[in-house]
């Protein structure tokens, strides 16, 4: 590629411009954000189905409507995420074919399953937390259309984390069994909310070209520090214990310390190792194929419709 083309985009993204999808840009830059935004929002979309599993057994109807308006906003958020990939390039098709094949990741979080009533409290609570904590900065992603998507992802998030948190609230106050669920709840979800942050730094082979062309900006370790800084003060409201023997606040730093995360584990899911992993393949292939009706009676629709305009 042309370098004086190369130093007036890394001047463009230095100035914190917007890169637009008209504009030129590297190819490894369009290839990075179409990997991440594409696989973004694929973890919207497979992330419907762990909380789609307690819609039908939500404790009341209010429960049950809160859930099924979060579940309908995850769609939604996918469905933005993958209109903003596909200013890149990359057709729908491609990035669904690219998911369903096993080449394209999604969020590891969504491989764990949903045993209870309580995993939809922690969800919201921890998930969406996280999920806030690391999409709050790609508001301002030097890429234009991610950058968008995210200022309304970010609104929306906001509610998906404070009803997952009154959920935790009102077990944590129950009965004596609520409480414990909502401490085992805590207990499976904690550490998988933190790897949903990615490898460490030294670890992340996207991170530091990320952090230059201000796709990210900030890294995955600054993030997830972040995360458990805000989310420990939470936990000790709820009266639930955070399963970390080694956090600690360190004044020092004016951050906490906390121990270190099974990277084994981490992989192995990112790998789709596990029972929930291919379930959770299979629901999206089927959905996939179940839905193409739809798609081809969409497109004979817009087909005749614009026919009629040429007329
Ligand atoms: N699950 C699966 N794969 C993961 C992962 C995770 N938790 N964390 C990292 N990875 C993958 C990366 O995709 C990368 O693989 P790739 O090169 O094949 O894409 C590899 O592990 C190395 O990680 P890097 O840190 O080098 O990769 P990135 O720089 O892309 O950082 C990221 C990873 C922090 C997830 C970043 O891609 C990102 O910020 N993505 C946007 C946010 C996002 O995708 N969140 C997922 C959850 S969405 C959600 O929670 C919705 C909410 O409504 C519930």
New binding site residues.
Partial sequence: EDPALIAAFEARVAADEFIEPKDWMPEAYRRTLT??IS??AH??IV?MLPEGNWLTRAPSLKRKAILLAKIQD?GG?GLYLYCAAETLGTSREQMIDALHSGRA?????FNYPTLNWADIGAIGWL??G??IM??VP?QRTSYGPYARAMVRVCKE?SF?QRQGFDIMMAMANGSPAQKAMAQDALDRWWWPSL?????SDDN????AQ?IRWRI?RET?DELRQKFVDATVPQAELLGLTIPDPALKWNEERGHYDFGAIEWDE?YAV?RGEGPTAKERMKARRAAWNDGAWVRAAADAHEAKRAARSAA
């Fill in positions: 990997r991440q696989q973004h973890s919207e992330g995850e958020h990741k999604y969020s590891t979080i998930v969406d996280a999920a690391n999409q790609l998030e998906h790897m949903m942050f990615g490898p992340s082979p996207n991170t990320s990210k995955n981490f990112v």
